[in-house]
């Protein structure tokens, strides 16, 4: 298959996905998301590829979801409205995506550098393991704007205080706090992330296939034991029904108005960047 906006390579059992929308930041439109989905399913089913690389051209890992057109932006399959129909396929859709990287059957490492936000954090959150670089900005601002995370996991890796202060405040890490506060496995100076990810992804291959399926099912399955799968289900819900939720009367409008209007204030002196 032909991808426009990832590039796809394999060496060996090893597989790179790489996003390559450096334009945008990354931004997670519908054809990125289409050709990751894609890849992933292809990277399951090759018993040949043992690890996934995910990374990102230019300057940003991902800034988010694209606010021209994606899946949080916009209701599926052409709906004029947020409804209980089109949240559904909407929470279905997410799921699809977000379990393709989180319960893929191999080994799937985020290469973290530059802005990694809100959606594009999800992203690397479902990974098995991420390294990022020191100075990678790492979080979740645009919950101040109303909006709900669809990922389970912040108690779990962080721990409620910390995922509070995140979530509530809108803060973002640099790589180096995201290593203590356990959001990521490993930063390391940004001219090291390429060698360092290369070189965990041929330890990470040196085990058997066998071995790694075991490993992962396992940890799965203890997950879903403490109900992992079944708060999957309950956040992509919540956020789908907030969509349907009315704007509040001092709305700043969508998110398109939101940014120009940070953008303005950080002209003015008013606000600081992420």
């Known amino acids: 298959m032909s991808y426009t ?32 989905l894609h890849a992933l399913n292809v990277v399951a089913e090759d018993d040949d590829l043992k690890v996934a690389i995910l990374r990102a051209n230019g300057p940003a890992f991902s800034a988010g979801y694209d606010i021209d057109g994606s899946p949080y932006i916009e209701p599926p399959d052409g709906a004029s409205e947020w ?3 089109s949240g559904h396929k909407h929470q279905r859709i997410m799921r699809g995506i977000y379990e ?14 530059g802005h990694c936000l809100a959606g594009g954090m999800y992203i690397s959150m479902l990974c098995d393991l991420v390294v990022a670089a020191d100075d990678a900005k790492i979080g979740e601002p645009f919950m101040r704007m109303g909006g709900a995370s669809s990922i389970p996991f912040w108690s779990y890796l962080v721990g409620p ?15 180096k706090e995201a290593e203590e506060w356990g959001l990521v496995t490993r930063s390391v100076p940004a001219e090291q992330l390429g060698a360092t990810v290369q070189e965990m992804a041929a330890s990470v291959a040196e085990a058997p296939l066998a071995s790694l399926l075991t490993k992962k099912e396992m940890w799965h399955t203890q997950a879903d034991m403490l109900g992992w799968g079944a708060q999957f289900r309950y956040t992509t819900s919540l ?13 700043r409008g969508g998110m398109r108005e939101f940014m120009d209007e940070r953008k303005s204030r950080m002209a003015r002196g008013e606000a600081t960047d992420y």
């Open 239 to 251: 956020n789908s029904w907030l969509r349907m939720a009315p704007p509040p009367p001092d709305s």
């Open 83 to 85: 409804n209980i129909v």
């Open 100 to 113: 393709a990287i989180w319960d893929n059957p191999k080994v799937v490492i985020a290469q973290v550098h």
């Open 5 to 36: 906006a990832i590039q796809f390579e394999t060496d060996g059992p090893v597989a790179t996905i790489t996003m390559d929308r450096p334009d945008k930041r990354n931004a997670l439109n519908h054809d990125l998301l289409g050709d990751l």
């Open 161 to 175: 205080r910390r995922a509070n202060d995140m979530l509530f405040t809108g803060r973002v890490l640099s790589g």
